[in-house]
Every structure is written in structure tokens, then in C-alpha cells.
């Protein structure tokens, strides 16, 4: 079981490489296997820039657990040569890595962007392809040689994949997976801000996973090495599900709803709140999803008490503050405090607009 490989088996040095935006594309491949893998299995999680780019467990602590550690490379103009693969031994450092779990189900999987040369055969497959079916192919003879001995007899667990976004486009390509995602799985009544505040929402918590450096402490506890270092998949699919509950309204909405209803913004001006409300957009994506969340739960808890209100939206507005304000959990959060009133709103908003 990986978790248990983990508790004898100390990381390799993280690559940190941003040549040719392979950063930011690995970060890509990443978002990308979450967007696509859940049709196979939804047990799944993700390590990034830990053993290889990253490293996909499926059905992890189960008898049909699979690990597959990806490395990715990228190169502007053309599919990355078998020559090039062989000379810059990339294949072989993941045979070195692989040797530490040739007991486990294990895939070793080379991800590109356009592809892979073996002279006049080209490799481009967005399916897994094992190279123990490039037999005959220049180059391939040379691969096995460098790769193969007594512990690695060949090539059948080792594969090309390219992947089904371009360097190029990457944001183009991933934001128009994540409608596929998106019409998959019911979520399609989530607004085109909703939409790509999911998407920065999910970047920017992948970025922190790929950039950080675990401790020797971190490293060795499973679960902290995985909250720090990946994803689970049900993180991801709560993000969708929870931004369904309390996705933001677009701009002119609330400002028309502000306009037509007489509400409560406690000790706050409404030309401020209009101000605050904007800096709430953008700060509900970096560290505010959670307390809305928890602040939503809340007041739905509350429901017989707010149901006394329905008829009058400044009695509402003003319900659900004081309500927010008595909780202790959420009052405390600094998020709630800058944001109170605009939490308050925006459930008002919800709550009155449909």
C-alpha cells in the first residue's frame, strides 16, 4: 500500500522547474486528471511534486490500489524525440523511483504536451500507451537497454500519454474541461463568475500544494502528507457543490437588489458596502468559501426563526446579522469580520430573489 510505502520511502528532491511554463502546465495536468479521472473512480487523491510531478492513488488502502506517478515535459514546437527522452534519462530516474514499489500496482506514466518522436512514428495518444507496444520502433531497443534488468524485466508498466490540453492555451482549454465537468455532473446552474471563481478556488489551492516543501514530520504521517502536499477528489467536487449554495450573484444583480429593497447594513454606509462588496468577491475566493459555508449552515438552522421575517427584507437583513454575530465559531473568524454585512446581504439576496 502506498501509505505504507510511505513510512520507509523518503521523497526525491522536488523538481521546482518553470522552463517552458512546465510549472504551471504540471499544476494544469493536474487539474486536469481530476476533471477527467471521476469517471473511472471518485477514490482517488493526488500528490504534487512529490516522488515525480505528481502521483495519482486510486482506491488507496484497498486491494485495488493503484499508484502512478507522472512526470510531465513540454517543448514549444514539436513532440519530444525518443533520442532526447533517453539522453536526459527520464524514463530511467522514474525506473530508479519505480524500484521502490515493484510490489504495488504501479504505473510509470510520461505526460507531454505534443506528443513523443520515435523518428517516423509519433506518439500522441490522450490514452495511456504502454511502451512495451513500441516494439520495433527506432529508438525503443536503445530505451530498453538503459531501463531494463533483473528487477525490471520491460517495458509494459511504463507509458506515453499526451495530454488533451495545449501549452499554449492552457487556460482556454482547462476552463472549457471544467464545462464539461460541470454539464456531467448537474452543476449547470452555476453562473460564469460562479464558474471561475471554482476555478481560481481550485489553482490556487493546487499552487499551494504544488510549492510547498514538506517536513520531515509532515512526511511522515500519511493523512498530514496528503492534506498538505494533495487532493483528495471529494475536495474538489465539494468545491463545485458547496460554490452551487452560495455562489456570488453578478455585480448589477445585487446592485439592483440593493436598489429595490430597503435593507439592513448595520454600521456601514451603502456607498461603503458597495466597496466592501467587491473586496468580498474577490477575498470569498482566497479564504472565504468556508465561513459562507459554515455561516449558510448556520442560518439554515435557524430557518423558524428567520421564517418570522419573510415578509419584510430590512427585518430579515437585520435577523440574520444579529443571528451571524451570536454564533461564536463564526464571529470569531476574520473573514466574518471584515465581511459580515456582506454575508448577510448576500443571504438576504438569496433567500428574496428566487
Known amino acids: 500500500m502506498f501509505s505504507e510505502k510511505l513510512k520507509t520511502i523518503s521523497n526525491v528532491d522536488p523538481s521546482g522547474s518553470r522552463s517552458s511554463q512546465r510549472f504551471e502546465y504540471q499544476v494544469t495536468c493536474v487539474f486536469l486528471t481530476f476533471l477527467t479521472l471521476y469517471k473511472k473512480t471518485d477514490d482517488f487523491f493526488i500528490l504534487l511534486d512529490y ?19 507522472v512526470q510531465v515535459k ?29 510490489d504495488e500496482n504501479v504505473k510509470n506514466v510520461l505526460m507531454t504536451n505534443l506528443g513523443v518522436s ?3 512514428k ?21 530505451l ?16 506515453l500519454v499526451k495530454a488533451s490540453i ?16 460541470i454539464n456531467d455532473n448537474n452543476f449547470t446552474s452555476l453562473t460564469v463568475d460562479a464558474i471561475e471563481t471554482i476555478y481560481l478556488k481550485i ?29 483528495k477528489y471529494t ?18 444583480k445585487i446592485s439592483d437588489f440593493c436598489g429595490k429593497n430597503k435593507l439592513y447594513y448595520g454600521s456601514v454606509e451603502f456607498s461603503e458596502f458597495r466597496i466592501l462588496f467587491k473586496q468580498f468577491r474577490v477575498d470569498s475566493v482566497k479564504c472565504g468559501m468556508s465561513v459562507i459555508q459554515e455561516a449558510f449552515e448556520y442560518l439554515k438552522e435557524n430557518k423558524l426563526i428567520l421564517d418570522e421575517c419573510m415578509t419584510d427584507a430590512y427585518l430579515f437583513s437585520k435577523k440574520v446579522l444579529e443571528i451571524l454575530d451570536n454564533d461564536q465559531t463564526i464571529n470569531t473568524s476574520e473573514f466574518y469580520k471584515k465581511f459580515s454585512v456582506c454575508i448577510s446581504i448576500f443571504f438576504t439576496y438569496k433567500i428574496f430573489s428566487f
Open 118 to 120: 520515435f523518428k517516423q
Open 235 to 252: 475536495h474538489i467536487k465539494d468545491i463545485f457543490r458547496i460554490m452551487l449554495d452560495i455562489q456570488l450573484p453578478e455585480e448589477g
Open 74 to 102: 513540454t517543448q514549444k514546437d514539436k513532440p519530444i524525440s525518443i533520442s532526447t527522452i533517453i539522453k536526459k534519462e527520464w524514463i530511467l530516474k522514474q525506473a530508479e523511483n519505480y524500484k521502490k514499489f515493484l
Open 122 to 142: 509519433v506518439i500522441s495518444d490522450t490514452e495511456l500507451v504502454s511502451l512495451e507496444e513500441c516494439n520495433g520502433y527506432d529508438g525503443i531497443d536503445e
Open 144 to 159: 530498453k537497454s538503459q531501463i531494463c534488468d533483473d528487477e525490471i524485466k520491460n517495458l509494459s508498466n511504463f507509458f
Open 51 to 69: 516522488f515525480d510531478d505528481f502521483v495519482v492513488v486510486e482506491n488507496h488502502n484497498t486491494n485495488d490500489e493503484i499508484i502512478s506517478f
Open 203 to 231: 489553482w490556487n489551492d493546487l499552487d499551494l500544494k504544488q510549492t510547498y516543501i514538506p517536513t520531515d514530520k509532515d512526511a511522515s504521517n500519511y493523512e498530514t502528507l496528503i492534506y498538505k502536499k494533495g487532493l
Open 166 to 181: 495545449s501549452l499554449d492555451t492552457f487556460k482556454q482549454d482547462l476552463k472549457g474541461k471544467m464545462l464539461e465537468y
